[in-house]
């Protein structure tokens, strides 16, 4: 063996708290049943997510509005972000971002959409798949006027997912929008800026469970706007 093809100690594979296929979770004993959801996926959805809320407030789920959304291109490359959802209600899942950003520009391409909420700490997930829309511009409007003032001038000043020279050219385009705009002084919405709302199509609600044999039960939209259950094998 040569001596660049050496194992060396600083080498993870030695370690076992580093290996992955080493790291054991035990996940909560009690599960779902159908009898206990709601009708509607949305009002389920409010159900766990109030419960994700209050476990934040226990310090036990880390922003429980953080949601990763998958998109794909025109082709059917697959790409992922971290998003922070801003409403729910019966129609469906809203975020807002840059309409120059990827997913902005694949979601034009291709409107089918996936989000996950990740609630590692309690065991839960739920999986959303649907289709996006972009949400009314009052609607942008009145979401946009309730940001901080600095997260305001930074949908401004960012060019999401463009390539940019340095963070001194995104920190200089901020500083002078902050010139221009300072604090107390109403900052006008980005014509490039606004909101999605996924419409569900499927909705799942993973809760772990001992020995891996996982609860899941998948929301279905039928036809005639009405919604079936079903339970998938983990």
């Given amino acids: 063996m040569r001596?660049?093809?050496?194992?060396?100690?600083?080498?993870?594979?030695?370690?076992p708290a580093l290996d992955p296929a080493a790291m054991r979770e035990h996940y909560r004993a009690e599960g779902i049943a159908e009898s206990e959801l709601a009708a509607h996926p949305m009002e389920q959805f409010a159900?766990?997510?109030?419960?994700?809320?209050?476990a934040a407030a226990?310090?036990?789920?880390?922003?429980?509005?953080?949601m990763v959304v998958s998109t794909a291109d025109a082709d059917g490359r697959p790409s992922s972000r971290?998003?922070?959802l801003?409403?729910?209600?019966?129609?469906?899942?809203?975020?807002y971002t840059n309409y120059g950003s990827r997913k902005a520009r694949e979601l034009?391409?291709?409107p089918y959409v996936s989000l996950l909420f990740p609630w590692h700490s309690v065991a839960r997930q739920v999986i959303v798949t649907g289709t996006a829309r972009r949400t009314g511009r009052d609607e942008t409007a009145a979401y946009f006027r309730t940001r901080p003032h600095g997260s305001?001038?930074?949908?401004?000043?960012?060019?999401?997912?463009s390539v940019i020279a340095s963070r001194a050219e995104l920190d200089a385009s901020y500083a002078e929008l902050s010139a221009r705009y300072p604090q107390g002084e109403q900052v006008p919405v980005p014509p490039d800026w606004g909101g999605f709302r996924i419409a569900p199509g499927t909705v799942e609600f993973w809760q772990g469970h001992e020995n891996r044999l996982h609860?899941?039960?998948?929301?279905?939209a039928e036809p005639d706007g009405g919604w079936k259950v079903e339970r998938l094998s983990p």
């Fill in 58 to 66: 226990r310090g036990a789920v880390y922003e429980p509005n953080a």
């Fill in 86 to 95: 801003k409403k729910y209600d019966e129609r469906g899942f809203v975020f």
């Fill in 47 to 54: 159900r766990w997510f109030g419960e994700a809320v209050r």
């Fill in 82 to 84: 971290t998003v922070l």
């Fill in 152 to 161: 305001q001038l930074g949908a401004w000043a960012s060019p999401q997912s």
């Fill in 215 to 220: 609860d899941r039960l998948r929301y279905a």
């Fill in 108 to 110: 034009a391409d291709n």
């Fill in 3 to 15: 001596q660049d093809d050496q194992v060396t100690d600083r080498d993870p594979t030695l370690d």
